[in-house]
């Protein structure tokens, strides 16, 4: 009787040649540097040419690296957009158009990090000045936040203009590099859509982000078991753990919706201590390298969102975030929507509405208006309003463009 033998796909055979792994004196294998796997996973899908590779296969064109690693390795890049999955069933992945930027052009060992500077970085002439933090305060912070005080437009990951506003007399930017080189977390808070997302991902382009709802979970934060191809249960870590080992930020989307007793997972890395313990995985210990830092977003008007005492005292400042108007203005949307939305953002403070169009239905308005026409985005302003507050964002809009309009809706058939 023989035993049937299992198809997996070859790797390219510019991957599959002697190993490329950085080798220590005398031979034996050297200890990766963080993010070095992950570098050398990216060139093996590049290499490939989008043809569809296992963790295993991955792992023997590496020179024999442990196929449980190269699958955490294949999971964050994944999650990052850096890779996708083509299977699941066996697991796969392949390249994506992003996948090169974070594939190593060549393995070598990375080099020995030095040491942060102590001395007060250089600012621009037009800078605030910044007050002395105290001695030994620092926590590694972004590279980016050494450079100085922004003066312009910042670049989001998804190429994006950020246009910073002024934080206590600075660029909310420089603001946050600060905060992270002091080690205070901040809490952002405001109603969806005002920019909170924006300026978290403008001034730490490589955080990483859990969207929190009330279905989060431990596991969403440390990592949980999974099967590998090979039929083996391997421990893959979460977003926390990776954000605690490469010293980047962590962006706690919507962190007032997760339950209190799964976001205490998140104290201890957060205090002196700067370590978890997952129970999980029998207790491994994680360390929170340094440049780790936790940034929140709340909003307050969403059902379900609770901030409590332990919660807000993790969070030493906390930050309003509201749409600005004026860069609505400028970015070309419509005026009169402009002003339906400052009108409503007033009797919003008054309390004589719930809703308020914020940045993010403005600048959508600008885009249904060039496809649709301006009525059709002023009754869509009117349709996503509240039911409770419709006939009152209908008459601002009625008074703001002179005319009656009605949320979009189908008509008579073609």
């Known amino acids: 009787m023989t035993t049937p033998t299992t198809h997996t796909p070859s790797v390219a055979p510019s991957v599959t040649a002697a190993p490329t792994t950085p080798t220590a004196p005398g031979g034996a ?8 796997l992950r570098a050398m996973v990216a060139r093996v899908l590049v290499d490939c040419g989008g043809t569809a590779q296992t963790p295993r296969n991955i792992a023997a064109a ?31 992945y392949r390249a994506t158009a992003t996948t090169a930027s974070a594939a190593a052009p060549t393995i070598t060992p ?68 600060r905060l992270r080189d002091a080690g205070v977390a901040a809490l952002l808070y405001g109603p969806p859509g005002t920019g909170k997302t924006s300026v978290v991902e403008a001034a730490f382009p490589d955080c990483i982000t859990v969207q929190g709802d009330g279905d989060t979970v431990v596991a969403d934060f440390v990592g949980d078991y999974t099967k590998t191809p090979d039929g083996e249960f ?8 990776r954000a605690m080992r490469d010293g980047v930020p962590l962006f706690i989307d919507d962190a007032t919706l997760i339950p209190p007793t799964v976001l205490a997972v998140v104290y201890p890395a957060m205090d002196g201590r700067r ?34 005492d332990a919660l807000a005292s993790r969070f030493s400042v906390q930050v309003q975030v ?93």
Do not use: C
């Open 322 to 414: 509201s749409s600005d108007y004026d860069l609505a203005d400028q970015l070309g949307v419509d005026r009169k929507a402009v002003r339906v939305a400052r009108n409503l953002a007033t009797r919003q403070e008054r309390g004589e509405v719930g809703w308020a169009p914020q940045l993010r239905e403005l600048l959508a308005f600008k885009k249904i208006a060039a496809v649709l026409g301006t009525d059709a985005a002023a009754g869509n302003l009117v349709g996503i309003a509240p039911e409770e507050d419709r006939a009152t964002v209908a008459a601002v809009v009625r008074d703001a463009f002179g005319r009656t309009v009605t949320p979009l809706a189908l008509g008579k058939r073609v």
């Open 234 to 241: 391997v421990f893959v870590h979460g977003p926390l753990v």
């Open 62 to 92: 590496l020179g024999g690296r442990s196929s449980g690693a190269v699958g955490n390795a294949l999971k964050y890049l994944a999650d990052r957009g850096e890779a996708e999955i083509a299977s699941a069933a066996p697991l796969m």
């Open 29 to 36: 294998r050297k200890r990766l540097g963080n993010g070095e």
């Open 275 to 308: 370590q978890i313990l997952i129970k999980a995985n029998g207790g491994e210990v994680v360390d929170a390298a340094p440049g780790f830092y936790v940034v929140a977003g709340h909003n307050p008007g969403v059902h379900g969102a609770v901030l409590t």
């Open 110 to 177: 990375a080099p020995p990090r030095t040491p942060r500077p102590k001395t007060t970085p250089k600012r621009t002439a037009s800078a605030p000045p910044a007050e002395p933090m105290p001695a030994g305060s620092g926590t590694g912070g972004s590279a980016a936040g050494s450079a100085g005080v922004v003066t312009g437009p910042v670049k989001r990951p998804n190429g994006m203009d950020y246009h910073p506003r002024l934080l206590s007399g600075m660029p909310d930017v420089t603001a946050l590099w």
